[in-house]
């Protein structure tokens, strides 16, 4: 596959001590310390990584560090520069701030294709700092426009004592390590045969939490065999410690019971816990084992605890990775979790089995468009979600809709702000510094809403297809990856 350009493996990686603690504050402290602990110290970052999917391994898809693009600006967000990669995207981009090339710090942006190629982009220009090619397959499939399979999941980023590496599922099966500033494999990788791409491939963000890397798959086009669920890796032993299968293992023969949720897993950092939302088994009853469920399980993928919500008809499964929160004035942390019945759910972590403490008609029951992961702002107590369509029996319209935490843990609507197309499959949002955004799906556009009243700020014109990969919006440039093979940066 493709070749690192010619940076050379001597060039050495740093990241500033800044970026180093703002990972620490938030995978340490969890987001909402985070944020409070650098609103009292009045601290202001113009360098910041954002080095997983939803910037935190709760998923929660909230920049606390962001100053450049507020409220009062966002409707002057224009093009700063685009770039095409050749590929469908719908992995949200990653970045490490302050990577050494050629002596020089530098923000890099790094996003995959659908091709299999995956690129680090210099974040104020869009030039191509280097690229692999990662592998991809190409089966008739309407999932994706040519059929083609090949990243999929959001990077995860590394770096600590000098050194740092990005963490990424190619579309052959292999789970690579590839240095920050070459793109240079690290000794030991690829992980080989992590999932077998002729029947799976990974959907979801990798997520790294104290080197251990987790990786979730779910089948392409429904093709069975296909044994879908959560690897365990062991990034300093580059080797595969523990799967989780949902519907069963391979010796069990039962289908399917994937994770699609572009998050992958969200994790809660005071325990280590990881938290996961599957799909259904194909062969046998529908929600065999822990299929049609929200599970939690210990750092080794052991299930603790789970549950399978009352739901009628077929198809009920999870595309959805659950975003863990915790409102103020509420004594527990929860997850929120959309199911494809249109239904958003909450569970409060320490009680899973003890089934949904909410659950709001957010979409149409029949569609199966309601996947994804909300957001959440700490700041503003709300909980931010990307409807797919109008609700089949509540009052929430497709767009926008923005759902206020109350302090006995309920949510409750705070405001909505009908756009796009309905019936369709949208991004989920990102939001920061009062803003949230969001892409339409097959609107091709992106959005920016005032976040406290729904006003609508922005959006973008010259997308040419699909906008359902997850927006970063970081050190004042909002990335988005779309269909049309190029990826967007925009600022104001």
Not at 315 to 335: E, I, N
Not at 427 to 455: I, L, M, W
């Amino acid at each position: 596959m493709g070749n690192a350009s010619a940076l050379g493996r001597r060039l050495r990686i740093t990241l500033v001590v800044s970026v180093a603690l703002v990972c620490v504050a938030l995978t340490g402290l969890g987001v909402g310390l985070a944020v409070a602990a650098v609103a009292r110290a009045g601290a202001h970052h113009s360098r910041v990584s954002w080095i997983t999917y939803g910037f935190d391994l709760q998923r929660t898809g909230f920049n606390p560090y962001e100053r450049k693009v507020r409220a009062s600006n966002a409707s002057h967000l224009h093009k700063l520069w685009s770039k095409n990669l050749g590929g469908v995207m719908i992995a949200q981009p990653v970045e490490a701030a302050g990577v050494k090339i050629h002596g020089t710090a530098t923000k890099v942006v790094y996003e995959g294709t659908e091709r299999g190629d995956f690129y680090a982009l210099r974040a104020d220009d869009g030039h191509v700092i280097w690229h692999k090619y990662l592998g991809s397959i190409h089966k008739h499939c309407p999932f994706f426009p040519g059929g083609r399979f090949g990243i999929g999941g959001a990077g995860a980023i590394s770096a600590h004592a000098g050194k740092g590496v990005i963490y990424v599922a190619g579309g052959n099966g292999d789970v690579y390590a590839l240095n920050l500033a070459t793109g240079a494999e690290q000794r030991g990788w690829p992980v080989r045969h992590v999932f077998k791409p002729r029947h799976l491939q990974v959907y979801g963000g990798l997520t790294l939490f104290k080197r251990r890397l987790y990786v979730t798959d779910a089948n392409d086009c429904y093709s069975p065999p296909d044994y879908g669920g959560v690897t365990e890796i062991n990034a300093a032993k580059h080797r595969i410690m523990h799967r989780f299968y949902p519907a069963g293992a391979p010796k069990d023969g039962v289908s399917g019971g994937g994770v699609w949720g572009p998050g992958g897993v969200s994790i809660d950092p005071s325990t280590g816990d990881v938290y996961a939302a599957t799909g259904n088994a194909e062969t046998g009853p529908e929600n065999a084992r822990y299929a049609e469920a929200v599970v939690k399980l210990n750092p080794s993928l052991h299930v603790l605890s789970y549950n399978q919500p009352p739901l009628s008809g077929e198809d009920r499964d999870f595309g959805a990775t659950p975003v863990l929160f915790k409102p103020a004035g509420c004594p527990s942390t929860l997850a929120a979790v959309e199911n494809k019945k249109g239904v958003l759910f909450t569970y409060r972590i320490g009680n899973i089995a003890g089934g949904p403490l909410q659950r709001l008609q957010m979409g149409d029951v029949n569609l199966g468009r309601f996947i994804g992961a909300p957001a959440w702002d700490p700041v503003d107590n709300t909980l931010y979600v990307a409807n797919s369509s109008n609700s089949s029996s509540g009052p929430y319209k497709h767009g926008m809709v923005a759902l206020k935490a109350r302090h006995n843990c309920k949510l409750a609507l705070r405001w909505q702000h009908p756009v796009g197309p309905s019936v369709e499959t949208v991004s989920p949002p990102t939001v920061a510094a009062g803003v949230v955004y969001f892409g339409d799906g097959s609107g091709d556009r992106e959005f920016a809403f005032n976040a406290a009243n729904g006003k609508l700020l922005w959006h973008s014109n010259g997308i040419h297809n699909h906008v359902n990969g997850a927006a970063a919006i970081i050190n004042g440039t909002l990335l988005v990856p779309t269909w049309d093979h190029h990826l967007y940066a925009f600022g104001p």
